[in-house]
């Protein structure tokens, strides 16, 4: 069968002409443009179609995708009456013209393929008065020899779909979803794979004689509200969807008619397309199913969310929501007993409801000011539950000897380790036991971290196309450390203060990461004043600036993913979601969540506490108590960031 296919590139065709050629038709392609011809692609004026010096052959059936939704009515018309003159004239006896199922009039409660057509195309939309108009004159001007298929498709959903929710709702400034209209009136749905198949179905087989009306919707398509959640489900475009009673409608579209009757912008027919949008309707096409021998029926979710393209799925370092358990471990052992341990490790371990013995060595053996004694480092430990190695950073490793023997836990300080001998040790070691062998990179299980995370398993992101980290900190010459304050020797910029960052900033991928770029400034005291440069990952880059000296703690991650971005910031501790164009709601909703953390914070410290459970949760990992935990701070699961940590160290302070 020869066919013209016009409109093969428009959305809904895809994929329709290799179909038919796969077939064994052949399918001549027309589009609008310049006039010529490539192989079997023709272009030129869609008002002269009947003319084109590249379509003299005859054609078996002639198939319209084309709507002209830019122009008015009467370009369309135009169009039409063109495309009836090129059937006549070759003969063509079946024209398939795909229209839409938004002709039918608004009143009718069911929707069925002799349901009444709207007749006055101001009562739509703009593209529902096009298909209207369009629909209207090819059956009012139809030569009487031609046989007119009328295919009537709800919204059609299939891979490269622009925009998920046009027509249907919009985005309001604080990340939610406004249902246009109605939210139970259903929505009516086609997978363009059915609407491809019904095309295909009817060329091979006798045409109807006259017009023959055909309804293309899933049966059980869902309602307004339903099809937006999955929206927001399913493609991030929303937190969830606010739907406005009838009469609000209706007295928002009186008062649009009346201000454009004023303003002299004409306004007609803005009140009828706005009560016409608030009516319910269903749709049954068991007679379209029937007559095609095909099912609608299709998980219209899953096409959905595959309707975007590049909506990969981002593995989640863990699953948040996290809950505090409580410990029965009875002994804990410290290798290093220093200001970490009493700000952060004694205090987790108290919320967890630790009561058992403490175990501390040091280098400096003493009776420390919390009346624990610590003893110097013995040549076997004895047994606990869990070994904490809290020594300064470039010591760790040297208790690999120690824990040899070991059989519990081990919690290890950042940062792990210095250098990429020394993280093969930690790995090797980590690999020949069965208890968990966990670095405390505590700010992944920081509650803005959740919160981000739980975020991204609630509504689909899509692929992260980039992260950008900017750190600042003050100097590290008033660092109470005297190690640290040897900034180039201890690498402390990167390998300690912005190390929790680079960290967060790369935890969506566990391995494959390379330094794209790097440079560095001294201050004046020979410290690392700045460093910025770029990772690249299997799946995304990270950009970065790190900065010491300039007197203020600041950072903030911004994760830009496919359908929406996020924003986590720490000093305080903050998490921002944007699913809206930037606006001034959104940003009273940043400054506000900042005040809030910022008086958490202060209300923790007139108190004495700490509210952070991120320490108490890397320890319940340890401990056997989270082991839902375990996998995000599994020293194997850092390999890959912390060897492009060394590789950058290299090319910032040599090897």
């Known amino acids: 069968m020869r066919t013209l296919l016009c409109g093969h590139r428009s959305f809904a065709a895809r994929g329709l002409a290799e179909a038919l050629e796969g077939a064994g038709h052949q399918v001549v392609r027309f589009s609008r443009g310049e006039v010529g011809r490539a192989q079997r692609s023709v272009s030129g004026p869609v008002d002269l179609l009947d003319v084109n010096p590249h379509l003299r052959e005859p054609f078996d059936a002639v198939i319209n995708y084309i709507v002209l939704k830019d122009e008015p009515a009467e370009s369309n018309a135009r169009y039409a009456a063109a495309l009836l003159r090129l059937c006549a004239e070759r003969a063509v006896p079946h024209l398939v013209h795909v229209s839409s199922i938004s002709v039918y009039r608004r009143d009718v409660a069911v929707v069925r393929e002799d349901s009444p057509v709207e007749a006055d195309p101001s009562r739509k939309g703009a593209y529902g008065a096009l298909k209207v108009a369009t629909e209207r004159f090819l059956v009012d001007h139809r030569p009487g020899s031609l046989a007119l298929s009328l295919l009537r498709p709800g919204f059609v959903l299939g891979e490269g779909l622009a925009s998920p929710i046009v027509g249907t709702g919009f985005k309001l400034p604080w990340n939610r979803l406004l249902a246009v209209g109605d939210g139970a009136s259903v929505l009516p749905l086609v997978s363009r794979a059915a609407l491809t198949e019904a095309v295909f179905r009817l060329l091979a087989s006798a045409p109807a004689p006259g017009v023959e009306a055909y309804l293309l919707a899933h049966p059980a398509s869902p309602s307004r509200r339903e099809y937006l959640q999955a929206c927001c489900e399913r493609l991030g475009c929303g937190t969830g969807v606010t739907c406005l009673p009838t009469p609000v409608w209706w007295l928002g579209g009186l008062a649009a008619e009346a201000a454009a009757r004023l303003t002299g912008r004409g306004g007609a027919g803005i009140f009828a397309r706005v009560r016409s949008a608030c009516r319910r309707q269903s749709f049954d096409p068991g007679r379209t199913e029937s007559r095609l021998g095909l099912s609608f029926a299709f998980d219209w979710r899953q096409t959905l969310q595959h309707a975007l393209p590049g909506q990969e799925t981002v593995r989640l370092p863990y699953v948040p929501p996290l809950k505090l358990p409580r410990t029965a471990a009875r002994r804990v052992t410290f290798v290093g007993y220093g200001r970490i341990v009493h700000e952060r490790h004694r205090p987790a371990l108290r919320r967890l409801g630790f009561e058992g013995t403490i175990l501390a060595h040091d280098l400096q053996p003493r009776r420390d000011a919390d009346g624990t004694e610590v003893t110097a480092l013995p040549q076997v430990l004895e047994p606990a539950d869990l070994v904490v190695v809290a020594s300064p950073g470039p010591a760790h490793t040297t208790t690999l000897g120690l824990l040899a023997a070991h059989e519990g836990g081990v919690l290890v300080e950042k940062p792990l380790c210095s250098s990429s001998e020394e993280l093969g040790r930690w790995v090797g070691f980590a690999e020949a036991r069965r208890a968990p062998t966990l670095a405390c990179h505590n700010y992944r299980l920081k509650p803005n971290v959740g919160r981000m995370l739980d975020c991204l398993r609630r509504y689909h992101a899509g692929a992260l196309l980039h992260v950008h980290l900017d750190f600042e900190s003050p100097s590290v010459a008033g660092d109470a450390a005297p190690w640290r304050r040897q900034e180039r020797a201890a690498r402390t910029l990167l390998v300690d203060y912005a190390l929790h ?93 900042s005040l809030r953390a910022t008086a958490a914070k202060g209300l923790d410290r007139l108190r004495g506490r700490e509210s952070d459970p991120s320490h108490a949760l890397a320890f319940a990992a340890a401990l056997g108590e989270a082991p839902a935990l375990q996998g995000a701070l599994d020293v194997r699961e850092l390999r890959g960031f912390y060897q492009a940590l060394f590789r950058l160290g290299e090319r910032v302070y040599g090897a």
């Open 501 to 593: 960052f680079l960290d967060l900033a790369c935890m969506f991928d566990r391995e494959g990461w390379e330094v794209h770029a790097a440079s560095h400034l001294l201050d004046g005291n020979g410290a690392t004043a700045l460093i910025e440069g770029r990772l690249g990952g299997p799946r995304y880059p990270v950009s970065f600036v790190l900065r010491q000296g300039f007197g203020r703690r600041a950072a903030c991650l911004d994760f830009t993913f496919q359908n929406y971005s996020v924003r986590l910031g720490f000093f305080p501790d903050t998490f921002s979601l944007r699913m809206a164009d930037d606006n001034p709601i959104l940003q009273l909703r940043e400054a506000v969540a």
